[in-house]
């Protein structure tokens, strides 16, 4: 039996998908929000969020699947670059740069500034973005602190519940909101690619190792060895992909999310 090859992999809060060479979208765990019954494609990209996920086509469309209580799935016409799923919202980036956002706007977190943005990213309460000159912006909720992110130049950034991390141009964390049990004091070192779950990160060195830090309720930041490209940390579990185009998870099991079925 072929393994599959997989081009990356999302955790929500109990679920999975990954997008494969095909642009098939797989998921696992739990489907109570229709969050494991993904459009049929084909996808060139792919943002699960905590109970809804995204994803994009090869005309910049996006198509939404799972929870839909805030509006999750009501798109707004593309064409989108980039895709960023968070807890009960989206964003994309359009051709211009422009953002747009669609879902929970309590906060504001929906309302996005006018800048043109290189990358965004979606959390619960807020959304960050990096503009066309690698500056961070924040929008949404005032009280974590996620709304005053460091300055610099930064080339990569995520979102969890109440923190956020980026990489700056030096290729080291930076994080910032809520450290709940560590979660913004993230390990030296340079990086390449990051993830934020809800109070933990994850994140693939130079090297390919994947380091994790913050909550530890359910070995969610106990990471596997190996040689990992990607990863992606949900709200209790987290996956990574390997050079072999192969997935692994851990953390948190009980819908089997960490248990891929493909």
């Not at 309460?125 to 990096?130: H, M, Q, S």
């Not at 004091?185 to 830090?213: H, I, K, Q, R």
Request: hydrophobic share 30%; aromatic share 8%.
């Amino acid at each position: 039996e072929d393994l599959e090859d997989w081009l990356s992999v999302g955790a929500g809060s109990a679920n999975t998908c990954a997008l494969n060479t095909m642009g098939t979208v797989h998921c696992w765990g739990s489907n109570d929000d229709g969050q494991s019954s993904p459009g049929n494609g084909p996808y060139v990209s792919l943002s699960v969020g905590g109970t809804h996920a995204c994803a994009l086509d090869e005309q910049g469309d996006v198509t939404c699947w799972g929870n839909d209580n805030h509006d999750q799935q009501d798109t707004p016409p593309g064409p989108f670059s980039r895709l960023s799923a968070g807890a009960y919202h989206t964003c994309a980036i359009g051709q211009e740069g422009q953002v747009a956002c669609w879902g929970w706007d309590f906060s504001g977190q929906s309302t996005a500034p006018k800048t043109a943005m290189a990358q965004v990213g979606a959390g619960q309460d807020e959304t960050c973005g990096i503009d066309l000159e690698g500056a961070l912006h924040c929008w949404g909720a005032t009280d974590l602190g996620i709304d005053s992110p460091p300055t610099g130049t930064f080339t990569q950034l995520d979102l969890g519940r109440d923190h956020a991390c980026a990489l700056d141009s030096e290729q080291s964390l930076q994080c910032w909101g809520l450290d709940e049990s560590g979660s913004t004091s993230p390990p030296s070192g340079t990086y390449v690619d990051l993830s934020m779950g809800s109070a933990f990160g994850c994140a693939v060195d130079g090297e390919g190792a994947l380091s994790c830090w913050g909550l530890n309720d359910h070995d969610q930041t106990q990471a596997p060895e190996g040689d990992f490209t990607q990863s992606s940390a949900g709200r209790r579990h987290a996956c990574a992909l390997d050079t072999e185009s192969q997935i692994h998870c851990w953390g948190d099991d009980t819908y089997g999310q960490s248990t891929p079925t493909w």
